[in-house]
């Protein structure tokens, strides 16, 4: 296992996954995964990646702070009544920071996912974190707060130190000036206050010399007089020394009690930083988690694998699809040299190997390998000249060994099986090889040069060719894998552009047997035949491509298209609706002044008002029509109302009711109130009210209409309208109401009704809004209120009339 593990490099890869580590104990507890016993546990493992790498996707992510190293600090606190030093405290008291820190991720988790596991694991203590902090400075020392008792001895030594330096600076400028040294201050050498003197003024300061410079022409001395305040200085320093030693073992015999917490938490943190730097790489990666296959009835299916390192690199991995049966045991894999054959073969056991070590591999959605046991590889040249072993004694060892070994659940990765011997008898022995793997390995995947193996896959059931795609025109690989067909070696060609003689090139093909030269050139008018078939299929795509592009820009145009028709629509029918609502305000003035005329003007005046109020109407008959014809000219004509003679209609001018008396072919003659008038049939629209109970009271307007009559001795006849006493908006939209509501009070009115109900239900209000709107500007209604709790509440308005 180890072995085969080296030979792909996996290690190479866990140490790229592991830079993304915030720790150093991350960085090694990814370097020294291994593949899982288990599927289940591996799954799991996987799982807990992809649920991380979700959670680093989402828009507040997660960062983890750095995790200072604890390894020494929790051996010593193994040790009773050892002290820790102040940077292992202080590492302690940072990770119980991060530890409480990710407690608050616990929240976001899956509960029975292994990511909650370890923070639940989390141990941090606030207090003690904290009393961590106040007893060190920014320095790492332990501060002068740390203790009533160390804040006093270090103000005494302050002061102590303080006026000795006063006393020796005074002594010095005391001594003569050929002792003195120029530009000279006290200074500290050995732990002792000293003054510079030259070498001759020794005898003059007296003392104790502590130190000379490299010139020895100055003596650093502690004169007689500092001795004693210096003895006290020292004495003060030890006692610090002491205090500080207290409060270290205190704080230590605190987190002592704890250790086995700590030790926990910071074990839960590492392998919350490995599970993350893993999550990270997946994410670069765009890796998804595969299904494991355990059951040998079961196929292989990979999609869009990739080379680890190599997808690290921009544009630097091909990735490639493999579907295999449950049969299909053996992949035997061929081309030229550089094409790739041994980058595939490390991709596959890399792939199988990362994933078990609940790494999650670059592989595409939907994939499903085996959970291999154990795993064998035979790649590059292991020869060994202290063993005695060529390159064909070390894979032959290989292979034996491998052959002894490999069971059911193993795989098996051989690079250039056969080679490094005669063709003939090494072909022979890797087919041998091949065939009994096929019975006793879950895979065997081998490359080759060799053309008698290429025949293998047509020979057994269990064996599958695939090559590496190269471009013979450009002599490139392209690194895509292809099924079911072996590659050509393209030897002699590569050998013709690397300048070997064309006489040597012709030597070599006529020394080719017939059977390789068939096989060659099958393979060869395959390539190009494939080659054809992907150019053809590259054009469809790119037509397809194209015609998807068009359809989405027609379907775009349509919808812009009739977007704009609607907006044009609404903004017409807003213009024809204040066309004709100007025309109705002139109508109903002209009517008005009418009805003013008949109530109180003589027989000639009532002749003139008529005559003038009919003239009005027409003037705005005419300017209504000229403005809803102007708008009419971009609509598409609607069909003719069905309207006869003696029918209740509606003129689209006016909301009043009116009774169709006359048709003229396309125009009518229609009774608006005391008026008579011709518009277009277009104009009318069938008018039907529901039948309503007559009203009982005297109506004032009744009682003024019949006066006008007398008065005028005779007057034009009334339709006799079917009014009805309530009316229902609801459903309408808001800019509907004033299109049904009027016509409706015009009705009551012109029926002489004493009330109308107004039924436009709670919902959110807006209805009974605009309801009140209208109410309140049309002059006619005495009153409205809102419904009694027996006339529906405050989902009716109830109207009334003078």
């Known amino acids: 296992m180890d072995h085969a593990l080296r030979v792909i490099e996996f290690d190479r890869v866990l140490a790229a996954i592991g830079e993304r580590a915030v720790s150093e104990a991350g960085r090694t507890a990814v370097r020294g995964l291994r593949p899982l016993p288990d599927a289940a546990s591996a799954g799991r493992s996987l799982a807990a990646v992809h649920e991380l790498r979700e959670l680093l996707g989402s828009g507040d992510g997660w960062v983890l702070d750095p995790i200072a190293p604890l390894d020494g600090a929790l051996r010593r606190l193994a040790i009773e009544d050892a002290a820790l030093e102040p940077p292992q405290l202080l590492a302690c008291g940072q990770v119980m920071a991060v530890a409480r820190a ?17 923070v639940s694991r989390l141990w941090g203590e606030a207090a003690l974190e904290k009393r961590i902090a106040r007893t060190f400075d920014a320095t790492g020392a332990v501060a002068d707060g740390a203790s009533p008792e160390l804040r006093r001895l270090r103000r005494a030594l302050a002061t102590r130190r303080g006026r000795l330096v006063d006393e020796l600076t005074r002594y010095a400028r005391s001594l ?49 007089r500092a001795i004693e305040a210096m003895n006290e200085i020292r004495e003060l320093e030890l006692r610090e020394a002491r205090e500080a030693g207290r409060i270290l073992r205190d704080l230590s015999s605190a987190v002592r009690a704890r250790a086995p917490d700590l030790a926990t938490s910071y074990a839960a943190l590492v392998e919350l930083d490995s599970l993350r730097a893993r999550a990270l790489f997946a994410g670069e990666m765009d890796a998804a988690p595969p299904a494991f296959v355990e059951a040998a009835s079961e196929g292989i299916h990979i999609r869009g694998a990739r080379h680890p390192l190599l997808a690290l690199d921009a544009g630097g991995a091909v990735p490639f699809d493999l579907d295999l049966s449950a049969g299909e045991r053996v992949l035997l894999v061929s081309g030229p040299n550089a094409g790739g054959k041994t980058v595939f073969l490390k991709t596959l056991g890399l792939l199988s190997a990362l994933s078990q070590s609940g790494i999650l591999p670059p592989l595409g959605a939907g994939s499903r390998i085996p959970f291999f046991r154990r795993f064998f590889a035979v790649i590059g040249d292991e020869q060994s000249i202290e063993a005695s072993l060529s390159t064909f004694g070390a894979q032959a060892r290989n292979l034996a060994e491998i052959l002894h070994e490999a069971e059911d659940r193993d795989l098996v990765l051989f690079d250039e099986i056969g080679s490094a011997t005669d063709p003939a008898e090494g072909g022979a022995l890797a087919a041998a090889s091949l065939g009994r793997l096929a019975r006793q390995a879950r895979l065997s995947v081998a490359t080759t040069h060799l053309g008698d193996l290429k025949r293998l896959g047509d020979e057994k059931s269990a064996a599958v060719n695939a090559s590496l795609e190269f471009d013979g025109t450009r002599l490139e690989p392209t690194y895509r894998l292809v099924r079911d067909r072996p590659g050509r070696s393209y030897a002699l060609i590569i050998a013709a552009r690397l300048g070997v003689p064309e006489d040597v090139l012709a030597d070599a093909r006529d020394r080719l047997g017939p059977e390789h030269v068939s096989l060659d050139t099958l393979l060869a008018r395959l390539e190009a035949d494939r080659g054809e078939v992907e150019d053809l299929r590259a054009q469809l795509e790119r037509r397809a491509g194209k015609t998807a592009e068009r359809e989405r820009d027609l379907a775009s145009r349509e919808t812009a298209l009739a977007d704009s028709e609607r907006a044009a629509a609404r903004s017409r029918e807003a213009e024809r609706l204040a066309a004709l609502r100007e025309a109705r305000e002139r109508v109903e003035a002209a009517i008005s002044r009418l009805e003013a005329e008949f109530a109180t003007g003589d027989g000639a005046r009532r002749r003139e008002a008529k005559r003038a109020a009919r003239g009005e109407v027409e003037r705005a008959l005419r300017a209504s029509s000229r403005a809803v014809r102007a708008l009419g000219e971009s609509t598409p004509p609607s069909a003719a109302p069905t309207v006869r003679a003696g029918d209740a209609v509606r003129w689209n001018a006016s909301d009043r009711p009116a009774r169709l008396v006359e048709i003229r072919e396309d125009r009518g003659v229609i009774e608006v109130g005391e008026l008579r008038l011709t518009v277009p049939l277009r104009d009318l629209t069938p008018h039907s009210a529901p039948e309503t109970r007559p009203s009982t009271r005297p109506s004032t307007r009744s009682s003024r209409s019949a006066g006008v009559r007398e008065a005028g001795g005779s007057s034009p006849r009334r339709p006799e309208f079917r009014i009805a006493t309530e009316i229902d908006l609801r459903g309408l939209r808001v800019d509907e109401v004033e299109g049904t509501l009027n016509p409706a009070v015009d009705a009551a009115v012109v029926g002489d009704l004493p009330w109308l109900r107004v039924i436009h239900g709670k919902g959110t209000g807006a209805l009974r809004e605009r309801v009140g709107q209208l109410l309140a500007a049309d002059p006619r209604i005495r009153l409205f209120r809102t419904g009694e709790s027996n006339e529906g509440g405050t989902g009716v308005t109830v109207v009334e009339f003078d």
């Open 176 to 224: 003569p000036e050929r002792v003195r040294v120029p530009d000279s201050s006290v200074t500290v050498r050995n732990g002792r206050y000293c003054i510079p003197v030259r070498r001759e003024g020794k005898g003059i300061a007296g003392g104790l010399v502590h130190d000379a410079s490299a010139s020895r022409r100055t003596l650093f001395v502690e004169p007689s």
């Open 102 to 118: 990710v407690r608050r991720l616990e929240a976001r988790l899956d509960p029975d996912g292994l990511p909650a596991e370890h």
